[in-house]
C-alpha cells in the first residue's frame, strides 16, 4: 500500500530563516509521481510541484526548492528566507492510478508559522 | 481557464439532518472529479472519485454518498448526518487523459461542515 508520511507536525521559524519540510513515502510502484501542496488560512489546496519517479534532479523556483531521494525515498521541501506569507499547511502527496482515476494519498502535512 | 466551485462554504447542521455539497468544474470537458475530506488536524483522505457520469467510487465506507448527474457536477450527500462527518470537504478535478498518475489535481477552495 502506498503512504506519506510527514513527521514534522508543526514547525514554527522567525522570518528569514530558512526552514525545510521533509516528506517520506512508501510505494512498490516502480512509475510513480510526487507532489507538494499548499494550503493558506482559507483552506484551498494550492499546487506547488510535481516530481515523477525517474527524475532525481533537485528543482529551485524562486526561494523554493525540492531534494527529491529515491535511495531514502525522500522528497522535501526547502524555503529558503521564509516569509510570513509562507506560513500554511503544507502537504506532500504520492499518486497512483485507480480506476482510470488520479488517486492521491497525502501525508498528514506540516503546519508551518513564519513568525515577524 | 478552468475553474472549479464549491458550494456552501460553511454549514452548520443538526445531527439527523441531510446533507447536500455541490462542486462544479468550468473550462474543461469530462474531467475526473473527486471528494476528499480533511478532519480537524489531519490530512485529506479521497471520499469519492468518478470518471464519468454515472460512474462513481467509493474508497471508504461511510454515511455518505457521491452523484455526478452532470458531466461538471459532482455532488456529495448524506441523509442523516453523524457528529463524525463534521470536517472540511474539498472537491477535485483532473484530466481525464493519462494513466499514469501525473495528472495535477486542483481543488476547489472547500466545504466546512459542523455537525453539532
Known amino acids: 500500500a502506498q503512504k506519506v508520511t510527514q513527521a514534522q507536525t508543526e514547525i514554527s521559524v522567525v522570518e528569514k530563516e530558512d526552514v525545510t519540510l521533509d516528506c517520506v513515502y512508501e510505494?512498490?510502484?516502480?512509475?510513480?509521481?510526487l507532489f507538494w501542496y499548499k494550503q493558506p488560512p482559507s483552506g484551498e489546496l494550492v499546487f506547488l510541484i510535481r516530481?515523477?519517479?525517474?527524475?532525481?534532479q533537485n528543482e529551485i523556483s524562486g526561494r523554493y526548492s525540492w531534494n527529491f531521494q529515491k535511495s531514502t525515498s525522500s522528497f522535501n521541501f526547502t524555503i529558503t528566507a521564509s516569509q510570513v506569507v509562507d506560513s500554511a499547511v503544507y502537504f506532500c502527496?504520492?499518486?497512483?492510478?485507480?480506476?482510470?482515476?488520479?488517486?492521491?494519498?497525502f501525508g498528514q502535512g506540516t503546519r508551518l508559522t513564519i513568525n515577524p | 481557464s478552468q475553474t472549479i466551485h464549491q458550494w456552501p462554504a460553511t454549514l452548520v447542521q443538526p445531527v439527523g439532518s441531510p446533507l447536500s455539497l455541490e462542486c462544479t468544474v468550468e473550462?474543461?470537458?469530462?474531467?475526473?472529479l473527486y471528494w476528499y475530506r480533511q478532519a480537524a488536524g489531519r490530512g485529506l483522505q479521497l471520499l469519492f472519485y468518478?470518471?464519468?457520469?454515472?460512474?462513481i467510487s467509493s474508497e471508504v465506507p461511510q454515511n455518505l454518498s457521491a452523484s455526478r448527474p452532470q458531466d461538471r457536477q459532482f455532488i456529495l450527500s448524506s441523509k442523516k448526518l453523524l457528529l463524525s462527518d463534521s470536517g472540511f470537504y474539498l472537491c477535485?478535478?483532473?484530466?481525464?487523459?493519462?494513466?499514469?498518475?501525473?495528472?495535477?489535481?486542483?481543488f476547489g477552495a472547500g466545504s466546512r461542515l459542523t455537525v453539532l
Open positions: 477535485a478535478w483532473s484530466p481525464r487523459s493519462g494513466g499514469n498518475g501525473a495528472n495535477v489535481l486542483t
Open positions: 510505494t512498490r510502484d516502480t512509475t510513480y509521481y
Open positions: 516530481r515523477n519517479s525517474f527524475d532525481e
Open positions: 502527496a504520492l499518486s497512483g492510478v485507480i480506476q482510470g482515476a488520479q488517486k492521491l494519498v
Open positions: 473550462g474543461t470537458s469530462n474531467p475526473n
Open positions: 468518478s470518471v464519468g457520469i454515472g460512474q
